[in-house]
């Protein structure tokens, strides 16, 4: 069994900041790439930020320069630093993996709960 948990989320007054943490935790032979998506009320989830399989990072333009997404490897864990959060940012975000069980296994798609952000003044 493989879980992605996320923390980190609540309720920040505009211009705040938030740090979300996603943990991938259970039987991994290996990961590629690890992001987070988010999901406003009537609306499509999206891209938020991600570290591609290459080790690169992509973002959604409505973020850049504000959200950092960063990684511990050792720990299957990784980050979203929100800096000057808007009611826009408001959603649920969730955080994303392509993950290996075995070596000879196929890769599947991860996903975790997802942790509500709301930004409200």
């Known amino acids: 069994q493989v879980q992605l948990v996320e923390s980190g989320g609540g309720l920040v007054q505009p211009g705040g900041s938030l740090r979300l943490s996603c943990a991938a935790s259970?039987?991994?032979?290996?990961?590629?790439?690890m992001g987070w998506y988010r999901q406003a009320p009537g609306k499509q989830r999206e891209l938020v930020a991600a570290?591609?399989?290459?080790?690169?990072?992509v973002y959604a333009d409505s973020v850049k320069g504000r959200f950092t997404i960063s990684r511990d490897t050792a720990k299957n864990t990784v980050y979203l630093q929100m800096n000057s959060l808007k009611p826009e940012d408001t959603a649920v975000y969730y955080c994303?993996?392509?993950?290996?069980?075995?070596?000879?296994?196929?890769?599947?798609?991860?996903w975790g709960q997802g942790t509500q952000v709301a930004v409200a003044s």
């Open positions: 994303n993996s392509n993950i290996r069980v075995q070596r000879n296994s196929g890769w599947n798609t991860y």
């Open positions: 259970g039987s991994i032979f290996s990961i590629s790439g």
């Open positions: 570290f591609t399989n290459g080790g690169s990072t």
